[in-house]
């Protein structure tokens, strides 16, 4: 069974520029969530996605957002890009959704703001 | 007081040794408790999942959920090389999110 796939899986922006990572869930999973992972402050909560639905959301600025098709493929989108955004974006697919069901990890998008 | 508190190390141990990694954790209504394994530029990988006190094993890995104390760890018997990654304890309570360790970076030398 394939993993979870993310693409691109590096990118090179410039401040107060946009960006979409894209993720590909594990097949049957409807789960999607994302994370942010960085030395400072460690993997943080972003968003989970449900049947195209978002049912959960970290404590993050309105400029972070998300999405999810009817396939449970799923895009997060972050406008007017900060230094502060350079990270490791990672989403995580599950059956459906927190506890009990595990969360499967992507590769991750190593963002770079310059 | 964080959520999740574990010491980031780094860890250095001899190839065969016993490794104990340690997580505390401040909310007691935390159910799901989690083990992840993440290797340089890769994501995390799940190692071991359990739910509410005890022990729980697979291979050379053990986890164990201490409720009353509010303590997870996870054991590594006969360590190896390739063991050396960063470990990252996780928990959470049903239906929302994971809530994460800062990850203990250990190192197994041969």
């Known amino acids: 069974k394939a993993g979870v796939t993310q693409t691109p899986r590096y990118l090179i922006k410039t401040r107060g520029q946009q960006v979409t990572l894209s993720c590909s869930p594990i097949?049957?999973?409807?789960?999607v969530s994302w994370y942010q992972q960085t030395p400072g402050q460690g993997l943080q909560f972003l968003f989970e996605y449900f049947s195209e639905t978002q049912r959960n959301k970290g404590n993050f600025p309105g400029r972070f957002s998300g999405r999810q098709f009817s396939n449970s493929r799923s895009e997060m989108n972050v406008s007017t890009l900060e230094l502060g955004d350079s990270a490791l974006y990672l989403c995580a697919s599950s059956a459906r959704g927190f506890g009990p069901y595990e969360q499967y990890f992507g590769p991750g998008t190593r963002l770079t703001v310059t | 007081q964080k959520e999740v508190e574990q010491d980031p190390g780094p860890l250095s141990v001899p190839e065969g040794a016993i490794v104990s990694l340690n997580c505390t954790y401040s909310?007691?209504?935390?159910?799901?408790f989690m083990w992840y394994r993440q290797y340089s530029r890769k994501g995390p990988e799940l190692l071991m999942y359990?739910?509410?006190?005890g022990n729980k094993e697979d291979g050379r890995f053990t986890a164990q959920v201490d409720k009353s104390s509010k303590y997870i760890s996870l054991f590594i018997r006969d360590s190896q090389p390739s063991d050396s990654a960063t470990y990252l304890c996780?928990?959470?309570?049903?239906?929302?999110?994971?809530?994460f360790g800062k990850g203990t970076t250990l190192s197994v030398s041969s």
């Open positions: 909310n007691s209504a935390f159910q799901y």
């Open positions: 996780a928990t959470n309570q049903a239906g929302t999110a994971l809530i």
């Open positions: 097949s049957g999973h409807r789960s």
């Open positions: 359990t739910y509410s006190s």
